[in-house]
């Protein structure tokens, strides 16, 4: 046992901290852990929410919304004191960890949006580069701000400067579609186009308002259909044991990269490099995902990626407490090696699991799996509360779980090469009839993957008279 007032503090790191500041110490020191989890707890909660928001008001009122939560729960969380601080701080984490993955989700969403099909896997990966930038930036600011206090307000309050986007980035002209809101959507479509020197597609727009009178005709004219529900992704059989191993490999990989993410300053060494090393690696994860993706398949990437991250975590876990500095350095190198398969393998599990669920019950799949996630990001967590016992555990047992995922995904369907499962009966017949292995390599250049052919846009005149002719 001990006292906090026979305690002395080491202000060579940092002059103050949340630990000191609310006595996290001696007998309240696994209360770290459990205030840590909170912030995972509000990105489940806020996953759902703005999702919901996006969905109902649109991605950039959702966005807004987004920037306000997190900047000012992270803001005024700097000036929690007194008996109750702690649990002022910790509702404020809780806002703090909505609002974060509010953004991240709602700017993933309408970075795809903006782009053609071509793009989509580039953008949906390429989007985590600047997630694994900020990081960086978060710690260069503690680098140089050693006050917890101050650290909050520098690293919180700026970010209120991003409601200026409401101005300069336009809606997402698909939810502007879905929503029936034409006429702006077209005013955005011309604006780029404008902007790009090419012509509007005018003739797609009158199809468009065509369209949408129709679909509502149909809706008042025919009964309402029945629409698909979370249970569906567990019958039958076939798709139950898809959605349990889909769901585990989202666990494992959050489990993973925010385990790694967090135990990177306990390791041996600076803290403030093993920390840098850890964000920066997930730069070349990213980049790897994007160049092998449309070569080599989805499943043996997440398999091997998973398997990667998983084996060196287990020797990495087993590494811990060791004084020797080679041994030392050997276990921020296999740190690095896990993080680096725990992030490519983030960048997967997006883009496989949209390809592998049919449309009708895509969305209920994506939330699904994104709240087993948010657990998973928990459990990592909590796992710190195992070091009592012993030492390696909590790194060792994620590494156990990352294992298993990366064995558990060859069961998966390859899904390159497929298009979107529009039906239950579409989905599981992804992969049938593909003779692709799983050591199967397709060397395809970057002009290749990612050119997109400029159609010109048919003037109304021109296809007038070309159907006239047709006709004679």
């Known amino acids: 046992m001990c006292g906090y007032e026979d305690l002395v503090f080491d202000r060579s ?8 500041e609310y006595q996290l110490l001696c007998g309240r020191s696994g209360l770290r852990t459990v205030y840590n989890a909170i912030y995972m707890l509000g990105m489940l909660f806020g996953s759902y929410i703005f999702g919901w928001i ?7 009122k959702s966005l807004m919304v987004a920037v306000v939560t ?28 909505m609002g974060g993955i509010g953004c991240f989700m709602v700017c993933f969403v309408l ?35 050693r006050d917890w206090t101050t650290l909050q307000i520098v690293a919180y309050l700026p970010l209120l400067l991003l409601l200026g986007l409401y101005w300069v980035v336009p809606e997402s002209v698909r939810w502007l ?23 509007a597609p005018v003739h797609l727009f009158k199809t468009a308002t065509i369209v949408s009178s129709d679909i509502e005709n149909a809706k008042h004219a025919e009964a309402p259909e029945v629409k698909a529900t979370v249970l569906d992704l567990f019958r039958p059989t076939k798709m139950a044991l898809r959605t349990i191993n889909m769901c585990f490999q989202w666990f494992s990989v959050t489990m993973c990269y925010y385990g790694l993410s967090f135990a990177s300053t306990s390791l041996a060494g600076d803290k403030f490099s093993n920390y840098f090393l850890s964000v920066l690696i997930e730069i070349p994860g990213y980049i790897f995902c994007i160049l092998v993706m449309d070569s080599w398949g989805r499943r043996p990437i997440l398999s091997f990626c998973q398997a990667m ?3 060196a975590c287990i020797f990495c876990g087993l590494l811990q407490g060791q004084t020797d500095p080679g041994l030392q350095g050997l276990q921020v190198f296999l740190s690095l090696i896990g993080k680096f398969g725990a992030s490519a393998s983030f960048a997967i599990v997006y883009v496989y699991t949209a390809e592998m669920f049919p449309t009708v019950i895509r969305n209920q799949a994506v939330g699904t799996c994104s709240l087993v996630a948010r ?31 990366g064995a558990l995904a060859v069961f998966f369907p390859e899904t390159l090469g497929e298009k979107l499962p529009e039906t239950m009966d579409e989905a599981f017949r992804i992969g049938e009839n593909s003779n692709r292995g799983f050591c199967t390599f397709t060397c395809t250049s970057v002009k290749e ?19 006239d002719v047709e006709k004679e």
Not at 122 to 144: D, K, M, R, S, T
């Open 177 to 199: 579609i879905g929503a029936g809101r034409l006429e702006e959507a077209k005013a955005i479509i011309e604006n780029a186009a404008k902007a790009n020197g090419r012509e």
């Open 309 to 311: 991250s998983g084996i």
């Open 70 to 97: 997190v900047s000012l729960s992270g803001f005024l969380g700097a000036f929690c004191s007194g008996p109750m601080g702690l649990h002022g701080y910790a509702f404020l984490r809780f806002l703090t960890g």
């Open 54 to 60: 996006s969905d109902s008001y649109g991605r950039m």
């Open 111 to 145: 970075a795809v949006e903006h782009v053609g099909y071509k793009y989509t896997m580039l953008i949906g990966i390429a989007i985590e580069i600047p997630f694994a930038l900020g990081e960086a930036l978060l710690g260069v600011e503690a680098y140089f701000i």
């Open 13 to 20: 790191i940092m002059r103050s901290t949340l630990i000191e």
């Open 375 to 405: 657990i998973g990001g928990i459990t990592s967590l909590l796992l710190d509360l195992l070091k009592v016992y012993w030492l390696p555990a909590p790194v060792f047992i994620m590494g156990v779980v990352a294992t298993t995922a």
């Open 449 to 467: 993957m990612f050119s997109e052919e400029l159609k010109t846009v048919p003037r109304e005149g021109f296809n007038n008279q070309a159907m």
